[in-house]
DNA sequence: CTGGGTCCCT
DNA sequence: AGGGACC
């Protein structure tokens, strides 16, 4: 056999080349790269069978635990449960309990008004986060017990792709056809006609309540949970209900949740600033950025943006559900009226680093970068605006940090920190700052090799207060059924390969979802640890995503501004439904400019390295260098 | 005067 | 490398 998993590091030409049948023909190792192509024709086109006959769109889940900080201090000491709690961190309640809440009491509200209001409010200090961190990360790890695709939004949220999961339980109870939503539904809509996607989604709630209880009775800790077809819709709809409550979104209900959002800040990805500059274009509501030309929109954020704020307004949201293992860096922070004299400074930047060295040293992981961040009094009241400098982290310097030999450490650590600290400010002048972070990241596992344990292992398993690292692995799954069915009908094979080719330049789900149809000549031909790697919980069945064909009612006003998708018949296109028509418009244009520089070949190294960063956007071109022909 | 994090752009 | 935006 020719070696398939061989040689990284040949030309990205000869894939080029391979690519394009006239170019086969044309070339010289004719025969061989023939075979090849054929291996991987019958590859994508068995995999597009799966496409037809397996539903489309994604389940997800968003799991928000009820005033978290409050509910770890109730765990800490059950008589607070009676009474009026808030959590103090400096001068503001950063969150309360829901006795306090009855009581008038709200989040972000000083401590002195909360006062006002309940006097008998009990205060607890909130500014060391150990704990809430660690059960933060104890949450995290029980969901991904259950499937591993779980993604963490800041220490109370989590987002979870439970597709797959949908999927095996509908395949094992094939006659469920009465199945019921457990928990709200949005709208309280009737149980209506059974789609597909509605069955789906009603086996989502179910696993969510399960996921639900099982939190409660592992962790003691309860919390809502949305359930729809993406990660905005999950995340806009778990609130619905307050404490501790579910709820599910159905496909007819989009527009509604979209409309009764109200003003625009609502809408999770569009913050202050984002905020102020849609409403200097007049926008307001969501229905007005709705409405919106996109070439307004465009002029203003540029099309990316453009069209991921037009897209979220109108509830579509492709992002997929990106597995956050451990933590990218390790910081540490604190603010304060004033400081002016360098001796406090440095006292203060000695005192966090201390702390945050040893949490380093629990993480297990070597930081590579360091980083200084301080924040300026300013006259005009600009708060924020933060400045920092960085630098490397001496290889002498790190060693000690996960050796143990901390106090060495930290005091050259410390003037490290103070060399960055001159680089910003005067000490010689008048300063006056309210905030120091310091900050490790460029973290790096110490073991070279995969089996040892420093590198998958560490993370969650470890002492209970440092979780574990774990290969960061994304499903991108949207898009592909649609263009696939679509392709399928303009029976045009080149289209189809063409279409397919770029995707396996953009999307990593063209590997994910191969895998389970894999050719098993091809992978017997794929080196061992590769082998593992696809056959690895994480990667099994990762299944396509997006579309529902089941028609729904177009819920939206029509964006009038779309070109048509160069690839896809302007005729099978146009009898599409009109949100299925924006839907793949809204997709088209979003790769549009990442399909010119297919960039392959990074380094080779596979997912199931450690940093997950550069494995998630990378798994694909990794994988796919060893489908690549020589 | 929140204390963390993450990702993206330049 | 540094800042911005977001949660």
């Known amino acids: 056999m020719d070696n398939i998993g061989e040689d990284s590091e040949d030309d990205d030409s000869e894939w080029i080349d391979i690519c394009s049948p006239a170019a086969v023909t044309a070339s010289g190792k004719v025969h061989r790269n023939k075979q090849r192509w054929k291996t991987f024709v019958s590859m994508f086109l068995i995999h597009s069978l799966k496409f037809i006959t397996t539903p489309s769109s994604r389940v997800i889940l968003h799991f928000d635990l009820d005033c978290f900080y409050a509910q ?19 001068y503001i309640l950063v969150t309360c309990n829901y006795v306090a809440r009855e009581r008038g009491v709200t989040k972000l509200m000083s401590v002195t008004d909360a006062k006002e209001k309940c006097p008998e409010l009990v205060l607890v200090k909130g500014e060391d986060l150990t704990h809430y961190r660690e059960m933060s990360y ?15 939004l800041g220490f109370d949220e989590n987002f979870m792709d439970v597709t797959e999961m949908v999927e095996r339980k509908l395949a094992d109870t094939p006659k469920s056809d009465s199945v019921s939503f457990k928990g709200h539904v949005y709208n309280n809509i009737t149980p209506d006609t059974k789609t597909p996607d509605n069955l789906r989604l009603a086996v989502g709630s179910h696993i969510a309540a399960e996921l639900r209880e099982e939190m409660y009775t592992r962790l003691g800790l309860t919390g809502c949970a949305g359930i729809a077809t993406n990660k905005l819709l999950a995340k806009l709809v778990s609130g619905t209900f307050k404490p501790n409550q579910q709820t599910v979104l159905l496909p007819e209900s989009v527009s509604d949740i979209m409309g009764c959002l109200g003003g625009l800040r609502r809408v999770p990805g569009v913050g202050h600033q984002t905020a102020k500059r849609l409403q200097a274009l007049g926008l307001v509501g969501v229905l007005d950025l709705q409405m919106c030309p996109i070439s307004d929109l465009v002029t203003e954020f540029g099309l990316p943006t453009a069209q991921r704020l037009k897209n979220l307004s109108l509830g579509l949201d492709n992002s997929p559900v990106t597995s956050s293992g451990a933590p990218q860096s390790l910081s540490d922070e604190d603010s304060f ?13 000695r005192e966090l680093l201390s702390s945050l060295v040893k949490r380093m040293q629990k993480d297990g992981r070597q930081p590579h970068t360091f980083r200084l961040t301080i924040r300026r009094h300013s006259a005009t009241n600009k708060w924020f605006s933060r400045e920092s400098r960085q630098c490397p982290i001496p290889n002498h ?8 030999f901390s106090d060495e450490a930290v005091s050259q650590l410390v003037s490290l920190a103070m060399k960055l600290f001159d680089k910003m400010v005067d000490s010689s002048a008048a300063f006056h700052i309210t905030l120091i972070n310091v900050c490790f990241c460029n973290l790096q596992s110490r073991s070279t090799g995969m089996g040892g344990k420093g590198s998958i292992s560490s993370f969650f398993a470890r002492s209970t207060s440092s979780p574990r690292k774990t290969p960061k692995i994304s499903t991108q799954n949207q898009v592909m059924s649609s263009h ?3 392709e399928m009908k303009s029976i045009k094979i080149n289209h ?3 279409e397919i080719q770029r995707k396996m330049e953009t999307k990593s789900s063209v590997i994910h979802q191969l895998r389970p149809n894999v050719d098993p000549e091809v992978f017997k031909l794929l080196p061992e640890d590769i082998q593992k790697e696809l056959l690895s919980p994480a990667y099994v069945e990762s299944v396509s995503d997006g579309l529902s064909k089941s028609p729904r009612p177009p819920p939206f006003p029509q964006s009038s501004d779309c070109e048509i998708p160069g690839n896809v018949d302007p005729t099978v296109f146009s009898e599409l439904p009109l949100d299925v028509q924006r839907e793949l418009m809204s997709e088209w244009k979003q790769h549009k400019p990442v399909l010119k520089s297919p960039s392959f070949r990074k380094s080779g190294r596979t997912t199931t390295d450690k940093d997950r960063k550069p494995a998630a956007k990378n798994s694909q071109t990794n994988l796919l260098k060893f489908f690549k022909p020589n």
């Open 72 to 90: 770890v201090e109730m765990i800490k000491n059950p008589a607070l449960r009676e009474l009026p709690l808030g959590i103090q961190q400096k």
């Open 337 to 349: 009226r004033k400081m002016s004299l360098t001796q406090e400074v440095l006292d203060k930047i």
């Open 484 to 486: 696939i069915d679509l």
């Open 397 to 404: 310097i790190g060693k000690k940090i996960t050796s143990g």
């Open 138 to 152: 104890k949450v995290t790890e029980l969901l991904m017990s259950f499937c591993p695709l779980v993604e963490r």
């Open 496 to 498: 189809q390969l063409e």
